[in-house]
Every structure is written in structure tokens, then in C-alpha cells.
């Protein structure tokens, strides 16, 4: 497999642009959208430091699936004058990188507005977007993938990432965890509280499991007070420390009720398991963590519990 290029020295007029108040604004007008894969429509901002796609967890852009090398390609944004230039490299991927249908080699290539960027079976188009564009471009994909009540994706997006990483880590024998977390007594909540209340710890629920989770992992509602999350490259030791910050963050953070200065106290349970070689697709893993759930409750709530 090819090595990567450096950056050619003519090209290096600024690879790791300025920081702070000094960043040119045309640094943040770049950004891929996903036109085939899932979700579709999805906006992916480029950093000033360039975006890694790959099935590595650790990449900036990660594509989890076989036909993707671990660090497939590279783009980086090139300041020359007033303008800025992105380029795309190949890192010697098994089955390369195509731009608008051509394979390219290991060489660093300049991209142009409206070019299509294709990894495995995903096709990205590379545009440079005003404000307004990229507010209704968030817009749409959160319509069709995000639960608009806490923040998370919605049930589809999320067993959708289970499936794909289910299948990967089982081809390459990779570590997968998964945690299943529910709202202990959230009936009880909504009755004596009102539905608003209900709603307030539903929010501030979906405010924790983003705030802990990796840019790699996948969190998403998949019922009325039931919550997925999926973890690539994660041991169940891992994923139990993982669980565990989230409960004692319910449990140590009351939430207030809105319109008021009232907190009603909730709490947390959860169930883990990781990926067995018994387990013959994502639904066999998942029986097994609402297993490790129902364990969680049934020995008194606000824990956490491995199959």
C-alpha cells in the first residue's frame, strides 16, 4: 500500500491556518454534504485543520464499513492570498478515493466547488456554503434524523449506526459496546408533575448523553423514555464507566421544572453488553442488553447492569 505525500512546499502557504480572531472567515464556508449513505443530507463541516475520512472511530469524517481503508483520505483547506484552496490526498486506501468518478492516486489534488467526493459506497459534494445555506441544510437533516424533544438522533438514525458498526466489528473482530438507558419512574413523573416536567427531564437527559459521549459514538431515542447508545471500539469495562458517569450525572443534577424554581429528582437506569461472536446480527445484541436493563430495574433502579 502507498505511502502518504507530504504537502508540497509551493502548496504549504498555510496547511494548520491561524487561530483565534486572525482566522479568515472564508476558513469556515467549507463543508462536504452527504448525497448517498446515510443520513443523507448531512453536513460535514471541514476544520481548519483538515478532515481524515476513514473507518477508524478516531477520524474526523468515520465511515464504518469494510470497503473503507482506516485512514482513507485526507482534506486540507490551503490559504493562498485571499483565497482559500482545498485539496484532497488519498492515504493509500485499498479502494481509493474518486473524485467525480475518477480514481485518484496517492498525489494531492485541488477541489472545486461542486465536486463529488466518493468513499466506499458514500458520495459526499464539496460546497462552500453562506450562513443561510448551511442553517437550512442543518434544518433539513435534523427533520429526518434528530428527536426534536431531546437532541438525540431519532430511532431509525440510531439502529441504523448499530447495524453498520454490528457488521463491521463482527468482520474484523472488533470491540462494539452497546448501553440501553431508561427514566426510572418517568410515569410517576408525568403524573404528578404534568407533562411539561416530563418533557424537562427528557431534555436534560438527552443534555448528558451528548455532553459524554465521543464524536464516534451514536446516542438516540428509541422510545418514550428509552435511550440507545452505540459504541464503537469500546470493551464492556469501557462502556460500564461510560454508563455509570450518565447515572450519577441524573442523579447528582435535579432538574427544574420550567416555569417555576421547583427541581424534581431523577434518576437513571442502564443495561451493557458488547458484542459476543454468538451473536448472529444487531438484534441478537440488543435482546441481550434489555436484558442487562431489566436486571438494572429489577433490582431496585439507578444502576447499572452487564449481560
Known sequence: MPNAQPIPEDLQT???PPTGSHVPAVFHDWALIRYVGQPIGELVPIPLDGLIIGRSADCGLSLPEAEVSRNHSRISLVLKGEAVIVHLQDLGS???TFVNGR????????????DVVRVGAHAFKLKKLDEMERVYHQAVLAQTTVDPLTGVSNRATVLHHLEKHFELA???RRPLSVILADLDNFKRINDHYGHPAGDAVLQAFGIQLLGRLRGS??????GGEEFLVVL????????ISVADDLRLAMEEDPVTLPGSTNVVQATCSLGVAELRESDSDAG???????????????????RVERD
Open 14 to 16: 498555510l496547511v494548520s
Open 94 to 96: 485499498t479502494n481509493g
Open 103 to 114: 480514481r485518484l492516486d496517492g498525489a494531492i489534488h485541488p477541489l472545486m466547488d461542486g
Open 170 to 172: 463482527r468482520r474484523h
Open 217 to 222: 459514538d451514536h446516542v438516540g431515542r428509541i
Open 232 to 239: 464503537p471500539e469500546t470493551q464492556a469495562r469501557e462502556a
Open 284 to 302: 441478537s445484541l440488543l435482546a441481550r442488553v434489555d436484558v442487562a436493563l431489566y436486571r438494572a430495574k429489577a433490582a431496585g433502579r439507578n
